[in-house]
């Protein structure tokens, strides 16, 4: 498990218990519970987790300490720890649909094989209010056939996502695939939240024929390059693709330029250049994508200083706005920018991990020969897009012999493309 994005309080261990076991009404104005419980995903000690049962079966009714519970219970589930079921399972018959929700998705993580205990999640499917989603991805992930008929009638429910999971889990526990092409439909839905799904139904469903078409959906390139990356490995693990039949899709995805998206959005009438500005703000990174289109046909002369500004104002921290600042720069060969896309390809904070790629692509696409040793420096990160996206280019600017760098790199797609740059 990948605890980058984990360690963000400033907290031990024995401080986390400590506020964990403080009774709701005692807690000091500056402690949380909840980021007490959320900061021991970091500890899979006996301590932590015998701390994470305590606050499991703590049922002070109080809205806070109810979020806490179920954040006790997904922080069991991550850590994977199969004493916990028997605490978790009565809180599939809870009244609240979000403490049931986390049961039934830590109960998927942790496994078993318990048909009384499959059979409880399976008759949720006929509870009103649940999350039909999750429901249904637990039964698929933990392989109960039994389950099979009662998923079948939500092919045909009103929420795309729930249609999803459902198609994607007969296909899972039948190897039945005609309805698949629904699921691929959706990477083109209006709704960000369906296309996203979609992929990880996609992904589930080990469904590596549709890698291009995933490739071209507009959300943001962290989804599709974990689907390509996943769905890449299942098609070479079938003797079915190689990495060239993935080549193209992953560093076009890398590249991200809007012009090689399926886009759903469109503009009536040519934006103005601060509401295209403001519009990379957004978290649908379909309209991110719009925009960025909008700014390089129509806005390319004014748009650098424009991006300037706002990068001072907020996009320095706005994760979601530096990395589409970011790319642009690089577009719009803007030279005066080289500093800060070293700087951006260097940022060590991890909600800006996905800048530092862009930025890699976006000195390739200045030309600045000075960035060949910066993008060298990539390879000692253990980053793969980053090393791959420092790889692409250092090939737009003619270093291909320091792809020998990367030859022995413990990723496979990035010592790949190594190889096949110095040959």
Aim: with cysteine; charged share 25%; net charge negative.
């Amino acid at each position: 498990m990948d605890k980058r994005f984990f360690k963000l309080f400033d907290l031990t261990e024995e401080q986390a218990i400590a506020i964990l076991d403080t009774p709701p009404d005692q807690v000091g104005e500056n402690d949380s519970r909840y980021i007490a419980v959320s900061h021991l995903v970091n500890f899979s000690t006996e301590q932590s987790i015998q701390a994470l049962m305590r606050a499991l079966q703590q049922t002070d009714p109080s809205l806070d300490n109810r979020i806490v519970r179920r954040k006790a219970i997904e922080t069991l589930g991550r850590l994977q720890v199969p004493q916990a079921l028997p605490l978790i399972r009565p809180c599939l018959a809870e009244n609240d649909k979000f403490t049931v929700e986390n049961a039934v998705w830590a109960i998927g993580e942790i496994g078993t094989e318990d048909e009384a205990l499959l059979a409880e999640i399976a008759e949720l499917l006929n509870t009103p209010q649940q999350n039909y989603r999750v429901i249904i991805q637990t039964l698929a992930k933990l392989n109960y056939q039994s389950a099979l008929e009662a998923i079948r009638p939500f092919t045909d429910y009103p929420e795309p996502p729930v249609v999803s999971a459902a198609i994607s889990a007969i296909c899972r526990l039948t190897g039945e695939a005609t309805q698949m092409g629904q699921v691929v439909e959706f990477l083109h839905h209006p709704n960000v939240m369906a296309r996203r799904l979609a992929i990880q139904d996609l992904i589930d469903a080990r469904y590596y024929q549709v890698i291009a078409e995933i490739a071209r959906c507009p959300v943001s390139l962290v989804f599709r390059l974990r689907a390509i990356r996943a769905l890449a490995e299942v098609g070479i693990e079938d003797n079915t693709l190689s990495f060239t039949d993935i080549q193209a899709d992953l560093e076009q995805t890398l590249r991200d330029h809007p012009t090689d998206l399926a886009l759903v959005n469109a503009y009536d009438r040519p934006p103005e250049l601060p509401f295209l500005i403001h519009e990379l703000y957004d978290t649908d990174f379909g309209r991110c994508y719009l925009a960025t289109q909008s700014l390089l046909q129509d806005h390319a002369e004014a748009a650098p200083e424009a991006l300037l500004a706002t990068y001072r104002e907020e996009a320095c921290a706005d994760y979601g706005a530096h990395f589409h600042v970011v790319k642009l720069l690089g577009w719009l060969h803007y030279a005066p920018a080289y500093d800060l896309l070293v700087e951006a390809l260097h940022n060590q904070q991890p909600q800006f991990q996905k800048s530092r790629a862009a930025a890699a692509i976006a000195l390739g696409e200045l030309g600045d020969r000075r960035a060949v040793d910066e993008l060298k420096t990539c390879f000692s990160t253990r980053i793969w897009d980053l090393k791959y996206a420092a790889l692409m280019a250092l090939q737009q600017l003619g270093e291909t012999s320091s792809a020998s760098l990367a030859i022995q790199d413990e990723d496979w797609l990035v010592s790949t493309k190594a190889e096949l740059l110095i040959k």
